[in-house]
């Protein structure tokens, strides 16, 4: 079946380390979004890629990194300059045309001891 | 630019209630409209969408209209279960310029629980 798989979907980290995310889509999407979810806050957009080998930063971009080597794999890397990384992550995936929709993974929850 | 604003509760009603989750949009251009649904510990689902005005999305129950003269898409359920309790998002997709996909949009979400 198509869709969206992130792994893993618990991840400690301690503090100072660099931790990378992973999701990988096999809808032939040419888009894909890293989001962070805060509880109240809803989904705050980290990076977005539209085409292999390009990607662009959202509105939280600091203290993450993200490549784009392969159409169907958007990895997040979280490093040790983001100063709060404790939350969900989400990534999803979204087809050519405007009128279609994102899919979303599972999510990955990120939690700093 | 583009941007969604939503109703953010949280909102508690009883069984068999009528819903209204408030969505409204500020965007340039002709956007395409969705809500998503999350239940705890879990991604975002498509509930429902709508890509010109005066669509009418429609999915479990759930309907809500692409009002380009208002700017809103207000989601709504005429009789709410227990199984409806989740948290609510309403999204734009901005319009394809030439090659380009743009980014999505979303509301911050509405929390509905609905107890029996």
């Known amino acids: 079946d198509g869709g969206i798989t992130q792994s893993p979907k618990y991840l400690f980290r301690k503090e100072g380390q660099n931790v990378t995310l992973s999701c990988e889509q096999n809808?032939?999407?040419?888009?894909m979004y890293w989001y962070r979810q805060d509880p109240g806050q809803g989904l705050r957009l980290i990076y977005y890629s539209q085409i292999v080998n390009d990607f662009q930063k959202g509105d939280i971009a600091e203290g993450y990194s993200v490549s784009r080597e392969k159409k169907e794999s958007f990895p997040l890397t979280v490093t040790s300059a983001q100063k709060n990384p404790t939350a969900f992550y989400l990534c999803?995936?979204?087809?050519?045309?405007?009128?279609?929709?994102?899919?979303f993974g599972q999510g990955t929850r990120l939690t700093v001891v | 630019g583009d941007s969604v604003t939503q109703m953010e509760g949280p909102v508690t009603l009883s069984e068999e209630a009528f819903l209204t989750i408030n969505c409204t949009y500020t965007a340039t251009g002709y956007p395409s409209l969705f809500w998503y649904v999350q239940y705890p510990g879990e991604g975002l689902q498509l509930l429902l969408k709508?890509?010109?005005?005066?669509d009418k999305g429609s999915n479990k129950g759930f309907e809500a209209t692409y009002r380009k003269e208002t700017t809103s898409f207000h989601l709504e359920k005429g009789s709410v279960q227990v199984s409806d309790s989740a948290v609510y998002f309403c999204a734009l997709s901005d319009q394809n310029r030439g090659s380009t996909l743009g980014r999505l949009y979303f509301g911050r979400g509405t929390q509905l629980t609905v107890w029996p």
């Open positions: 999803a995936s979204k087809g050519s045309v405007a009128t279609t929709e994102a899919f």
């Open positions: 809808l032939n999407h040419d888009a």
């Open positions: 709508a890509t010109k005005a005066d």
